[in-house]
């Protein structure tokens, strides 16, 4: 079993920054995609950003320039600095990974438990 492991999330004020970390609890045969999901309160989950196993990357439009994903391979981890902060920015932040737990599985997804990110005005 895979469990995905967040930390990072908290309070900030606006024009500030946080990083997220997640990491797979055990070694993977192989990751394709990771990324960010969040959900605000009353609104529908969203993708945040996400990145492929050669280093492409993908943003919502909104976090363009302000966000950056990045992954250690080796680590089975994934980051998402994320800078200028901004109210519209508070929501769970959801860590997804898309791969195989061994050389003979299906692609499988996971998600994790969340963590709450807070921007005060």
């Known amino acids: 079993q895979v469990q995905l492991m967040e930390s990072g999330g908290g309070l900030v004020e606006a024009g500030g920054s946080l990083t997220l970390s997640c990491a797979a609890s055990?070694?993977?045969?192989?990751?394709?995609?990771m990324g960010w999901d969040r959900q605000a309160p009353g609104k529908q989950r969203e993708s945040v950003a996400s990145?492929?196993?050669?280093?492409?990357?993908n943003y919502t439009t909104s976090v363009k320039g302000r966000f950056t994903i990045s992954r250690d391979n080796a680590k089975n981890t994934v980051y998402l600095q994320m800078n200028s902060l901004k109210p519209e920015d508070t929501a769970v932040y959801y860590c997804?990974?898309?791969?195989?737990?061994?050389?003979?599985?299906?692609?499988?997804?996971?998600w994790g438990q969340g963590t709450q990110v807070t921007v005060s005005s």
């Open positions: 997804t990974l898309a791969g195989k737990p061994r050389s003979f599985s299906v692609t499988h997804t996971y």
């Open positions: 990145i492929g196993s050669g280093g492409g990357t």
């Open positions: 055990r070694s993977m045969f192989s990751i394709d995609t």
